[in-house]
């Protein structure tokens, strides 16, 4: 273990008994995805809830509609704060310039189109 981090059964006695059953309620709905929708540049709606969102999000896979899973970059500062707004505009540009960025080639399946992501339940 990393000085300063914890360890999961000290985090977890960390947390307020009311976060622990929260938490344990949301183990026992639905699992959830990432899904990314592409719309028409301007018309995707910011997330609300950010914090949650982002979280669940950085170390997830999106699942586009009739398409196969998509890694996401959250490598800098630029990839991250699309990610977190929950929408990834068509003009995104990897400001490392990688022929490989995770984000253009996601976009690059619907070029001229941005792409809104949310969190879903998945269907039983």
């Known amino acids: 273990m990393r ?27 639905r699992p959830l995805h990432v899904v990314g929708r592409f719309v028409e540049p ?10 949650d969102y982002y979280e669940y999000l950085v170390n997830h896979e999106i699942l586009l509609v009739d398409a196969r899973p998509f890694h996401i970059c959250s490598a800098h500062p630029a990839a991250r704060a699309a990610v977190a707004s929950g929408i990834v505009p068509s003009t995104f540009l990897c400001p490392r310039h990688d022929e490989a960025c995770p984000m253009r080639q996601l976009l690059g399946t619907r070029p001229g189109r941005d792409l809104q992501l949310s969190v879903e339940e998945a269907a039983r």
Do not use: H
């Open 3 to 29: 000085r300063g981090t914890l360890d999961n059964d000290q985090w977890w006695q960390q947390l307020a008994p009311a976060e622990r059953r929260a938490l344990r309620s949301r183990r026992e709905s």
């Open 42 to 51: 301007g018309d995707g709606e910011p997330t609300d809830d950010v914090t």
